[in-house]
């Protein structure tokens, strides 16, 4: 995922995309294995895009495909593919339509039927304005309704696998106490990984412990394994999370 622009830079605006689509790709048995975050510069974003997307399945970016000059997210992934920006007929209609008792379609909001040539569309319900995707490149916008939109319009789309489950159980302990339990239970249940997550809270130092696998089966044999090996340790258990 390449989440686009200066503003996010200069923590003038918090994304909030990265954890909708992450959460949307597991649902499509999908990882999401990699983000960046780039500034709004053309060659800077084609880079990016290319050293991504030749190592990745799929490519998604947010931001940067609004109606004004600096939205140049369509035209650094042209030119990352070396294809020119045209106007997507369909994008045009869709525009037109929507802004018709709008004040009409101008140059600007015209800026948001560009796509690189041979691309398709994402349909956006909220806005007129479309997603695109050009192969296993899918360019969303980057406020956070719209793109959750243009994930909806995906769903079911795109090839994937079993999505991954998991399970989650907490301790009020120090991690580094329990690292060696966590590591030892993960090797003996090859098919499962285990995430810890420290935390503190109340004054005091806690952890939880996410068991995740795409088989739910072998979560609970995973999970039954730790929850034992850590009461045997002397900690209190809380399952479903602290």
């Given at each position: 995922?390449?989440?686009?622009?200066?503003?996010?830079?200069?923590?003038?605006?918090?994304?909030?995309?990265?954890?909708?689509?992450?959460?949307?790709?597991?649902?499509?048995?999908?990882?999401?294995?990699?983000?960046?975050?780039?500034?709004?510069?053309?060659?800077?974003?084609?880079?990016?895009?290319?050293?991504?997307?030749?190592?990745?399945?799929?490519?998604f970016t947010t931001g940067g495909i609004g109606?004004?000059?600096?939205?140049?997210?369509?035209?650094?992934?042209?030119?990352?593919?070396g294809v020119d920006v045209v106007i997507h007929?369909?994008?045009?209609?869709?525009?037109?339509?929507?802004?018709?008792?709008?004040?009409?379609?101008?140059?600007?909001?015209?800026?948001?039927?560009?796509?690189?040539?041979?691309?398709?569309?994402?349909?956006?319900?909220?806005?007129?304005?479309?997603?695109?995707?050009?192969?296993?490149?899918?360019?969303?916008?980057g406020i956070p309704g719209i793109a959750a939109?243009?994930?909806?319009?995906?769903?079911?789309?795109?090839?994937?696998?079993?999505?991954?489950?998991?399970?989650?159980?907490?301790?009020?302990?120090?991690?580094?106490?329990?690292?060696?339990?966590?590591?030892?239970?993960?090797?003996?249940?090859?098919?499962?990984?285990?995430?810890?997550?420290?935390?503190?809270?109340?004054?005091?130092?806690?952890?939880?412990?996410?068991?995740?696998?795409?088989?739910?089966?072998?979560?609970?044999?995973?999970?039954?394994?730790?929850?034992?090996?850590?009461?045997?340790?002397?900690?209190?258990?809380?399952?479903?999370?602290?």
């Amino acid at each position: 995922m390449l989440v686009i622009g200066d503003e996010i830079l200069s923590g003038r605006t918090q994304d909030r995309n990265v954890a909708a689509l992450a959460k949307w790709l597991n649902v499509q048995g999908i990882r999401l294995s990699e983000v960046r975050i780039v500034a709004d510069d053309i060659e800077a974003i084609a880079e990016a895009a290319n050293a991504v997307r030749a190592k990745s399945d799929y490519l998604f970016t947010t931001g940067g495909i609004g109606p004004t000059h600096d939205d140049i997210t369509v035209d650094a992934i042209a030119h990352a593919l070396g294809v020119d920006v045209v106007i997507h007929p369909d994008a045009r209609a869709m525009l037109e339509g929507y802004y018709e008792s709008r004040g009409g379609l101008t140059e600007a909001r015209l800026r948001m039927a560009r796509v690189p040539d041979g691309a398709e569309l994402i349909v956006n319900k909220m806005s007129g304005a479309p997603g695109i995707r050009h192969g296993n490149i899918f360019i969303m916008a980057g406020i956070p309704g719209i793109a959750a939109q243009m994930m909806e319009s995906l769903t079911g789309e795109l090839e994937g696998g079993a999505p991954v489950l998991s399970e989650t159980i907490g301790c009020w302990t120090a991690e580094s106490e329990v690292a060696d339990i966590l590591g030892a239970v993960e090797a003996k249940h090859e098919a499962c990984q285990i995430g810890s997550y420290p935390f503190f809270r109340e004054g005091r130092v806690g952890a939880n412990f996410v068991v995740r696998s795409t088989a739910s089966d072998l979560i609970c044999k995973c999970l039954a394994e730790l929850i034992e090996t850590l009461e045997e340790a002397g900690m209190d258990v809380v399952k479903g999370g602290i």
